[in-house]
């Protein structure tokens, strides 16, 4: 392979001067803050068309094989972002682990599902407005636009501020989701987690009403519950201290997030039936309706709306942030990773932007959408569970800050449970499967024939990997 790119001192510096992201910005607070964003959204639409797929129980089983995988996932980015925190994150973590090509895949895969998401939840959020009746909009485009055009604003004021106004809104969200778990404890009933009809499917029953293929069913709708938490570790070059806040804000978040997932997962159907939850577009304001609760329906309607807001602001963050360090490295056209004077990622933040305003925007459909989001976070979760493996056996004597209980016991777990996710998405969706191949042929074709020839050695990502190099070679 050609040797990547070099520069002299004085290059380097001017270089890396335009690409400088503010330090310092974010602490475990705000970090947690960060992750429960990514994946608030997914707490109120979305999971339950599992219930139509699996119905409770089979859910249920896919929520405990999901929360698992991604708890062990957690456990395991802990690690690695605080003895590698760089802005690549995954991409950094399986650089030095899986060499060149295992890292752009891996950085390629959250990219997609990073850069896809946004346009999904565009959608959902102009299904919602349109479904309240805001702004008198009968169509959908002005809305996608709406959240792009303010959100990626914000994002380029600076990334202390943006955090700070997400925080906010994901707080929302979640009092959205108090509100809604004290309306719904009353009624509660666990006659209504079973009332999906039992079909003749193999290992069916009360509990499992559409057998054992309805649990694999559910595993895609499962993940909805945790989605985009592994993003966490992108904001590490703009955290304080990242060997504290790094492992402490994403294993908060992860502990926030079972604690939230389990509560509508139970209490919706418990209280409102399984069978009309699974069918339902907005199902926690359907559910406070269906025990007679409308008036807190129609206050978790609105307020629910911010943990879409909450989800497409954070998500637009992790975005420009993987954008921004493969960009650096020389794998993205490195003009991708200026930034401003105020430390934020300009064009990787407006690019991405308007590639998915135009998906939102065309496409109008945002269940295939997320599930090619879905596709590429799958193929991150093998690679970057197969990369705290490597690192621990190959590099037992790196620095961890932090050490993931269990060791490769615990992402031994969830690598097996990773392939099962991603053998289940194409049960799902496989047209979503072929497109988000289609998406990283094209991209590995521009690694081999371009990219690979013109890397930036002096990036973090890569000089943690040199580094480790030279040290193996010496020993």
Request: aromatic share 10%; charged share 10%; hydrophobic share 55%.
């Amino acid at each position: 392979m050609t040797a990547p790119t070099t520069r002299s001192a004085a290059r380097d510096d001017d270089y890396f001067a335009r690409r400088a992201l503010r330090r310092g910005a974010a602490g475990s607070f705000l970090l947690a803050g960060l992750g429960v964003s990514f994946v608030i959204s997914g707490d109120f639409s979305g999971w339950n068309l599992g219930l139509a797929t699996g119905g409770w129980g089979g859910l249920a089983v896919a929520f405990v094989a999901m929360g698992l995988m991604y708890s062990c996932m957690v456990l395991g980015l802990a690690e690695m972002s605080a003895a590698l925190p760089t802005a690549g994150a995954g991409y950094g973590f399986a650089r030095r682990a899986l060499g060149r090509l295992g890292g752009y895949a891996t950085g390629l895969a959250i990219l997609v599902e990073y850069a896809i998401a946004p346009a999904a939840i565009a959608v959902f959020i102009g299904g919602y407005v349109e479904s309240l009746g805001l702004f008198g909009t009968t169509s959908g485009w002005p809305v996608y636009l709406a959240c792009f055009a303010v959100f990626v604003g914000l994002h380029l004021v600076g990334v202390g501020e943006a955090l700070k106004v997400m925080l906010a809104i994901t707080a929302l969200a979640v009092l959205a989701l108090v509100l809604f778990a004290v309306g719904m404890l009353p009624h509660f009933d666990v006659a209504n987690l079973l009332d999906v009809p039992v079909s003749d499917a193999a290992g069916a029953s009360a509990f499992l009403p559409f057998g054992y293929a309805g649990v694999v069913g559910a595993l895609v709708f499962a993940i909805w519950f945790f989605l985009a938490v592994e993003g966490v570790p992108l904001a590490a070059e703009e955290s304080r201290d990242p060997a504290r806040d790094m492992p402490r804000g994403i294993i908060g978040a992860m502990a926030v997030l079972v604690v939230t997932g389990l509560t509508v997962l139970v209490l919706a159907p418990g209280g409102a039936g399984a069978q009309l939850v699974g069918a339902s577009a907005s199902p926690l304001p359907d559910a406070l309706r269906a025990v007679g609760s409308d008036r807190l329906a129609v206050v978790v309607n609105y307020v629910g709306l911010a943990g879409l807001v909450a989800s497409f602001f954070s998500i637009v963050y992790a975005y420009s942030r993987q954008l921004f360090a493969l960009s650096r490295a020389g794998y993205l056209p490195t003009w991708l990773s200026r930034t401003s004077p105020r430390g934020t990622p300009t064009w990787a933040l407006l690019v991405p932007g308007a590639v998915g305003f135009a998906l939102a925007a065309v496409v109008e459909d945002g269940d295939v959408l997320i599930n090619v989001a879905v596709f590429g976070a799958a193929v991150s979760y093998v690679l970057l569970n197969l990369s705290h493996i490597v690192l621990r056996v190959r590099e037992p004597g790196m620095e961890r800050p932090y050490r993931t209980p269990g060791g490769v016991v615990t992402t031994g777990v969830a690598l097996v449970l990773s392939c099962v996710a991603l053998a289940a998405t194409f049960v799902v969706d496989v047209r979503a499967a072929v497109v988000t191949a289609l998406i990283f042929a094209a991209g590995l074709a521009y690694f081999l024939l371009h990219s690979r020839h013109h890397l930036v050695a002096t990036a973090p990502e890569e000089e943690f990997a040199l580094l480790a190099a030279a040290e193996e070679e010496l020993r």
